[in-house]
């Protein structure tokens, strides 16, 4: 039987609701709404990268000096280069940045830390882990896209989470703590899927704010996760 201890350090699965399905003009209280989660995550999209909008650093820093809970920034820019680090700077506990838009993953990923936050590996659906395996040393968090990034409310891509075992993987054979994300359709009927794979933290959007109670869907999410690690 399989504990979750083989999964995750932790012995319960990090939820971290986006605010991307949260109420723009309400934010703050949407923040308030959250507190039992892990973390907040913060989707950032500059429409060039990927074809949405959504924030830049003074709307991450203001969401920053509010929120209850560390910011789980998630970059969806082009030139991470040059802007990844930055923020970094605003205060966040985790940054993580796409391969697809980076010229040198490692030097950016060591830029983020230097910081003083955590620094992650972003990876669409299409792109190959294979090529980074050896490089997890490198990085706090690998985050593996269970949608094309770009919109919530997508559908989760089940042909995704052999990547997210081939990470399992090589995070047991190298006796590393890079957490594992998904972010991506994940809901009541999904995050056992993820979790079975390999993912021990969870970006959830619609799934809790779209909930009455938040804070009642967390607690749901992060139980069906936990739960399935612990099937035989």
């Given at each position: 039987m399989r504990g979750a201890a083989d999964y995750a350090g932790d012995v319960t699965a990090r939820i971290n609701p986006s605010i991307l399905s949260a109420d723009f003009v309400n934010m703050e209280r949407d923040l308030n709404r959250i507190q039992t989660a892990d973390y907040v995550h913060v989707d950032v999209m500059?429409?060039?990268?990927?074809?949405?909008?959504?924030?830049?650093?003074?709307?991450?820093?203001?969401?920053?000096?509010?929120?209850?809970?560390?910011?789980?920034?998630?970059?969806?820019?082009?030139?991470?280069?040059?802007?990844?680090?930055?923020?970094?700077?605003?205060?966040?506990?985790?940054?993580?940045?796409?391969?697809?838009?980076?010229?040198d993953?490692?030097?950016?990923?060591?830029?983020?830390?230097?910081?003083?936050?955590?620094?992650g590996?972003?990876?669409?659906?299409?792109?190959?882990?294979?090529?980074?395996?050896?490089?997890?040393?490198?990085?706090?968090?690998?985050?593996?896209?269970?949608?094309?990034?770009?919109?919530?409310?997508?559908?989760?891509?089940?042909?995704?989470?052999?990547?997210?075992?081939l990470l399992r993987e090589q995070v047991r054979r190298l006796g590393v703590d890079t957490w594992l994300q998904v972010d991506g359709g994940i809901a009541l009927d999904t995050i056992a899927i993820a979790a079975e794979a390999g993912a021990d933290t969870f970006v959830a959007g619609s799934a809790v704010y779209g909930a009455d109670d938040p804070e009642r869907a967390i607690a749901g999410l992060r139980e069906a996760a936990t739960s399935a690690w612990m099937e035989p």
């Open positions: 500059d429409n060039h990268f990927v074809p949405n909008l959504t924030f830049g650093p003074q709307m991450v820093g203001r969401v920053q000096d509010v929120s209850p809970i560390p910011l789980d920034v998630h970059l969806m820019i082009s030139d991470v280069d040059r802007w990844g680090p930055g923020y970094a700077e605003l205060g966040a506990f985790s940054v993580t940045f796409h391969v697809e838009a980076a010229t993953p490692v030097a950016v990923a060591r830029a983020i830390r230097d910081r003083g936050a955590r620094a590996l972003a990876l669409k659906p299409g792109t190959p882990v294979e090529p980074y395996l050896e490089l997890l040393p490198e990085f706090d968090q690998v985050l593996v896209m269970t949608v094309e990034p770009g919109f919530g409310g997508q559908s989760f891509m089940p042909e995704t989470m052999p990547k997210l075992r």
